[in-house]
Antibody, heavy 124, light 109 residues
Framework: QLQLQESGAGLVKPSQTLSLTCTVS??????????WSWIRQPPGKGLEWIGY???????YYNPSLKSRVTISLDRSKNQFSLTLTSVTAADTAVYYC????????????????WGQGTLVTVSS | EIVLTQSPGTLSLSPGERATLSCRAS???????LAWYQQKPGQAPRLLIY???NRATGVPDRISGSGSGTDFTLTISRLQPEDFAVYYC??????????FGQGTKVDIK
């Protein structure tokens, strides 16, 4: 059974860099059938897609965050990571990693597996 | 930029009743790339519906999706205790590629 697990610092100071890792088990991040995304949810609010990375390493980011976001792969550890620079209190959120299925019906149009999420608070 | 507007914000119903949730898009959603998720407190969202009307694996048949273009509906025919949660719609394809609605909370009357 596929599992995704987020990890990283839960408290980040304003203007610093947020770094999170998603460890994938029960499946390979190198599979051509999937891509890997980050999504966030501020406390009590809705969901915002941050970006995704393909098995090849190609990336696509939400234009509203593009200047501050980097998503990368570590195939040796079956992990992918998120860095978000110059954070402010507005970046306080639960951060989820999630999988997109790139084959079959309506390929790539939804997220079928999610991690449990990790809360990151931006505060001095 | 496409905007998804969900209504109502909160739906107060009793177990056994029918729930009808709406998701309206500010632009036509290409190829019906519309999905629905259920989220319970402290949990990640769970995929329910993709392609506007296709149930994800393990989703009971009392939950169904319909609609096209700019107007989509999630229907739960007979609410069970485990169905009380927040529901989000999500589109794919229009900038910024993935967008979620603001959510509809279904709570117990």
């Amino acid at each position: 059974q596929l599992q995704l697990q987020e990890s990283g610092a839960g408290l980040v100071k304003p203007s610093q860099t947020l770094s999170l890792t998603c460890t994938v088990s029960g499946g390979s991040i190198s599979s051509v059938d999937y891509s890997w995304s980050w999504i966030r949810q501020p406390p009590g609010k809705g969901l915002e897609w941050i970006g995704y990375i393909y098995h090849s390493g190609g990336t696509y980011y939400n234009p509203s965050l593009k200047s501050r976001v980097t998503i990368s792969l570590d195939r040796s550890k079956n992990q992918f990571s998120l860095t978000l620079t110059s954070v402010t209190a507005a970046d306080t959120a639960v951060y989820y990693c999630a999988r997109r299925k790139m084959s079959g019906d309506d390929a790539g149009s939804y997220f079928d597996f999610w991690g449990q999420g990790t809360l990151v608070t931006v505060s001095s | 930029e496409i905007v998804l507007t969900q209504s109502p914000g909160t739906l107060s119903l009793s177990p056994g009743e029918r729930a009808t949730l709406s998701c309206r898009a500010s632009q036509t959603i290409t190829s019906n790339y519309l999905a629905w998720y259920q989220q319970k407190p402290g949990q990640a969202p769970r995929l329910l519906i993709y392609g506007a009307s296709n149930r994800a694996t393990g989703v009971p048949d009392r939950i169904s999706g319909s609609g096209s273009g700019t107007d989509f509906t999630l229907t739960i025919s007979r609410l069970q205790p485990e169905d009380f949660a927040v529901y989000y719609c999500q589109q794919y394809g229009r900038s910024p590629l993935f967008t979620f609605g603001q959510g509809t909370k279904v709570d117990i009357k």
